[in-house]
Protein backbone atom coordinates (compact mmCIF):
# COMPACT_ATOMS: atom_id res chain seq x y z
CA UNK A 1 0.00 0.00 0.00
CA UNK A 2 1.30 3.44 -0.74
CA UNK A 3 1.92 5.74 2.55
CA UNK A 4 1.70 9.20 0.55
CA UNK A 5 -0.11 9.14 -2.46
CA UNK A 6 -0.75 12.01 -4.66
CA UNK A 7 -3.02 12.92 -7.00
CA UNK A 8 -2.52 13.38 -10.65
CA UNK A 9 1.17 12.23 -10.77
CA UNK A 10 1.22 14.85 -14.31
CA UNK A 11 -0.63 17.68 -14.69
CA UNK A 12 -0.52 20.29 -17.94
CA UNK A 13 -2.66 23.30 -17.87
CA UNK A 14 -3.08 26.72 -19.71
CA UNK A 15 -2.27 29.77 -17.83
CA UNK A 16 -4.79 31.41 -15.97
CA UNK A 17 -7.01 28.15 -15.13
CA UNK A 18 -7.52 26.56 -11.49
CA UNK A 19 -6.39 23.19 -10.71
CA UNK A 20 -6.03 21.04 -7.73
CA UNK A 21 -4.13 18.30 -6.35
CA UNK A 22 -5.06 15.89 -4.23
CA UNK A 23 -2.97 14.05 -1.24
CA UNK A 24 -3.69 11.34 1.01
CA UNK A 25 -1.75 9.54 3.48
CA UNK A 26 -2.62 5.91 5.53
CA UNK A 27 0.28 6.33 8.29
CA UNK A 28 -2.04 7.99 10.56
CA UNK A 29 0.46 10.87 11.05
CA UNK A 30 -1.30 14.19 11.95
CA UNK A 31 1.16 16.56 10.26
CA UNK A 32 1.09 17.47 6.45
CA UNK A 33 3.37 19.17 3.97
CA UNK A 34 3.56 20.48 0.85
CA UNK A 35 6.79 21.33 -0.75
CA UNK A 36 8.02 22.77 -4.13
CA UNK A 37 10.66 21.42 -6.25
CA UNK A 38 11.72 23.79 -8.92
CA UNK A 39 13.58 22.93 -12.22
CA UNK A 40 16.86 23.06 -10.74
CA UNK A 41 15.40 20.34 -7.84
CA UNK A 42 15.67 22.70 -4.70
CA UNK A 43 13.10 21.70 -2.50
CA UNK A 44 11.20 24.57 -0.39
CA UNK A 45 8.37 23.93 2.10
CA UNK A 46 5.15 25.86 1.16
CA UNK A 47 2.68 24.93 3.84
CA UNK A 48 2.64 22.65 6.90
CA UNK A 49 -0.94 21.24 8.57
CA UNK A 50 -0.86 19.58 11.88
CA UNK A 51 -4.31 18.37 13.15
CA UNK A 52 -6.19 19.87 9.97
CA UNK A 53 -4.65 23.34 11.55
CA UNK A 54 -2.36 25.29 9.38
CA UNK A 55 1.06 25.63 11.27
CA UNK A 56 3.30 27.11 8.68
CA UNK A 57 2.93 29.12 5.56
CA UNK A 58 6.13 30.53 3.94
CA UNK A 59 5.22 33.56 2.01
CA UNK A 60 3.66 31.60 -0.63
CA UNK A 61 1.01 33.58 -3.54
CA UNK A 62 -2.22 33.52 -1.91
CA UNK A 63 -3.34 31.95 -5.61
CA UNK A 64 -2.32 28.55 -3.62
CA UNK A 65 -4.55 27.21 -1.00
CA UNK A 66 -4.78 24.32 1.08
CA UNK A 67 -7.25 22.60 2.34
CA UNK A 68 -7.27 19.87 5.05
CA UNK A 69 -10.70 18.52 5.27
CA UNK A 70 -9.51 15.85 8.10
CA UNK A 71 -5.53 14.45 9.01
CA UNK A 72 -5.22 12.04 6.90
CA UNK A 73 -5.39 14.84 3.60
CA UNK A 74 -4.27 17.88 2.58
CA UNK A 75 -4.55 19.32 -1.27
CA UNK A 76 -3.69 21.95 -2.68
CA UNK A 77 -5.75 24.19 -5.06
CA UNK A 78 -3.97 27.01 -7.30
CA UNK A 79 -5.66 29.35 -8.61
CA UNK A 80 -4.67 31.63 -11.77
CA UNK A 81 -1.83 29.43 -13.10
CA UNK A 82 1.73 31.48 -13.60
CA UNK A 83 3.96 30.04 -16.18
CA UNK A 84 6.20 30.11 -13.08
CA UNK A 85 3.79 28.03 -10.97
CA UNK A 86 5.70 24.52 -13.59
CA UNK A 87 7.35 22.53 -11.01
CA UNK A 88 7.09 19.37 -8.81
CA UNK A 89 4.83 19.55 -6.39
CA UNK A 90 5.31 16.86 -3.50
CA UNK A 91 3.23 16.03 -0.26
CA UNK A 92 4.89 14.42 2.58
CA UNK A 93 3.41 13.60 6.40
CA UNK A 94 5.06 12.97 9.66
CA UNK A 95 3.92 12.22 12.95
CA UNK A 96 4.72 15.48 15.36
CA UNK A 97 6.24 14.77 18.73
CA UNK A 98 6.97 16.77 21.76
CA UNK A 99 9.83 18.78 20.85
CA UNK A 100 11.06 16.88 18.22
CA UNK A 101 11.46 16.45 14.51
CA UNK A 102 10.81 13.16 12.69
CA UNK A 103 10.41 11.57 9.63
CA UNK A 104 8.96 12.86 6.78
CA UNK A 105 7.08 10.68 4.16
CA UNK A 106 6.78 11.94 0.70
CA UNK A 107 4.86 11.39 -2.13
CA UNK A 108 5.77 10.53 -5.57
CA UNK A 109 5.23 14.22 -6.51
CA UNK A 110 2.97 15.67 -9.26
CA UNK A 111 5.12 17.43 -12.26
CA UNK A 112 2.67 20.83 -12.89
CA UNK A 113 3.50 22.00 -16.61
CA UNK A 114 1.51 25.36 -17.07
CA UNK A 115 1.71 26.65 -20.57
CA UNK B 1 15.67 32.33 9.00
CA UNK B 2 17.66 29.13 8.37
CA UNK B 3 19.64 28.03 5.42
CA UNK B 4 21.55 24.91 4.23
CA UNK B 5 24.63 24.96 2.09
CA UNK B 6 25.32 21.55 0.58
CA UNK B 7 28.40 20.43 -0.89
CA UNK B 8 29.47 19.51 -3.53
CA UNK B 9 26.63 19.93 -6.59
CA UNK B 10 28.01 16.57 -8.89
CA UNK B 11 29.96 13.69 -7.58
CA UNK B 12 30.88 11.05 -9.99
CA UNK B 13 32.79 8.21 -7.85
CA UNK B 14 33.83 4.83 -9.47
CA UNK B 15 32.08 1.99 -7.70
CA UNK B 16 33.24 0.77 -4.58
CA UNK B 17 34.98 3.90 -3.85
CA UNK B 18 33.50 6.32 -1.06
CA UNK B 19 31.50 9.55 -1.46
CA UNK B 20 30.99 11.90 1.10
CA UNK B 21 28.44 14.89 1.13
CA UNK B 22 28.84 17.92 3.35
CA UNK B 23 26.17 20.41 4.40
CA UNK B 24 26.38 23.60 6.90
CA UNK B 25 23.79 24.89 8.58
CA UNK B 26 22.91 28.40 10.12
CA UNK B 27 20.54 27.84 13.49
CA UNK B 28 22.41 26.34 16.37
CA UNK B 29 19.51 25.64 17.73
CA UNK B 30 18.57 22.72 15.47
CA UNK B 31 18.44 19.65 16.39
CA UNK B 32 17.82 16.61 13.41
CA UNK B 33 19.43 16.51 10.31
CA UNK B 34 17.94 14.04 8.12
CA UNK B 35 19.28 12.72 4.78
CA UNK B 36 17.11 12.23 1.72
CA UNK B 37 17.64 10.13 -1.63
CA UNK B 38 15.50 10.94 -4.59
CA UNK B 39 15.87 8.79 -7.44
CA UNK B 40 14.62 9.80 -10.89
CA UNK B 41 10.64 10.67 -10.93
CA UNK B 42 9.97 9.46 -7.58
CA UNK B 43 9.80 11.42 -4.29
CA UNK B 44 12.65 11.66 -1.80
CA UNK B 45 13.33 9.09 0.86
CA UNK B 46 15.25 9.23 4.07
CA UNK B 47 18.37 7.04 4.25
CA UNK B 48 19.42 8.48 7.68
CA UNK B 49 19.14 10.51 9.96
CA UNK B 50 20.66 12.03 13.31
CA UNK B 51 20.22 14.19 16.20
CA UNK B 52 21.81 16.92 17.78
CA UNK B 53 22.66 14.96 20.96
CA UNK B 54 24.72 12.48 18.85
CA UNK B 55 27.98 12.95 16.88
CA UNK B 56 27.84 9.76 14.52
CA UNK B 57 25.62 7.47 13.53
CA UNK B 58 25.69 4.21 10.76
CA UNK B 59 23.51 2.11 9.01
CA UNK B 60 25.58 -0.59 7.20
CA UNK B 61 27.10 1.05 4.20
CA UNK B 62 26.13 5.06 5.28
CA UNK B 63 27.03 6.95 8.17
CA UNK B 64 26.12 10.48 8.85
CA UNK B 65 28.26 12.89 11.09
CA UNK B 66 27.50 15.78 13.11
CA UNK B 67 29.88 18.60 14.60
CA UNK B 68 26.88 21.18 16.13
CA UNK B 69 30.03 23.54 17.59
CA UNK B 70 30.94 24.12 13.76
CA UNK B 71 26.96 23.52 12.43
CA UNK B 72 28.14 21.00 9.75
CA UNK B 73 27.12 17.40 9.37
CA UNK B 74 28.47 15.38 6.30
CA UNK B 75 26.89 11.83 4.35
CA UNK B 76 29.39 8.99 3.98
CA UNK B 77 28.15 5.95 1.87
CA UNK B 78 31.14 3.24 1.36
CA UNK B 79 31.22 0.68 -1.14
CA UNK B 80 29.48 2.66 -3.61
CA UNK B 81 27.28 0.63 -5.92
CA UNK B 82 25.63 1.60 -9.51
CA UNK B 83 22.23 1.73 -7.24
CA UNK B 84 23.29 4.43 -5.15
CA UNK B 85 23.12 6.66 -8.22
CA UNK B 86 20.77 9.56 -7.00
CA UNK B 87 20.38 12.79 -6.17
CA UNK B 88 20.89 13.36 -2.37
CA UNK B 89 19.32 16.27 -0.12
CA UNK B 90 20.34 17.43 3.70
CA UNK B 91 18.26 18.91 5.76
CA UNK B 92 17.97 20.85 8.81
CA UNK B 93 15.14 20.05 10.55
CA UNK B 94 14.54 22.47 12.94
CA UNK B 95 13.47 21.69 16.90
CA UNK B 96 10.26 21.72 16.97
CA UNK B 97 7.40 19.27 16.82
CA UNK B 98 6.17 19.70 13.12
CA UNK B 99 9.06 21.98 11.93
CA UNK B 100 9.98 22.22 8.26
CA UNK B 101 12.60 20.69 6.54
CA UNK B 102 14.96 23.45 5.21
CA UNK B 103 16.84 21.18 2.44
CA UNK B 104 19.87 21.71 0.25
CA UNK B 105 21.06 22.24 -2.96
CA UNK B 106 21.33 18.49 -3.43
CA UNK B 107 24.09 16.56 -4.67
CA UNK B 108 23.89 14.40 -7.88
CA UNK B 109 25.62 11.24 -6.87
CA UNK B 110 26.69 8.95 -10.03
CA UNK B 111 28.21 5.52 -9.57
CA UNK B 112 30.20 4.10 -12.29
CA UNK B 113 30.10 -0.09 -12.78
Known amino acids: DTAVSQTPKYLVTQMGNDKSIKCEQNLGHDTMYWYKQDSKKFLKIMFS???????INETVPNRFSPKSPDKAHLNLHINSLELGDSAVYFC??????????????FGQGTRLTVV | GENVEQHPSTLSVQEGDSAVIKCTYSDSASNYFPWYKQELGKGPQLIIDIRSNVGEKKDQRIAVTLNKTAKHFSLHITETQPEDSAVYFC????????????FGQGTILTVHP
Open chain 2, 91 to 102: ADGGRTSYGKLT
Open chain 1, 92 to 105: ASSQARTGMNTEAF
Open chain 1, 49 to 55: YNNKELI
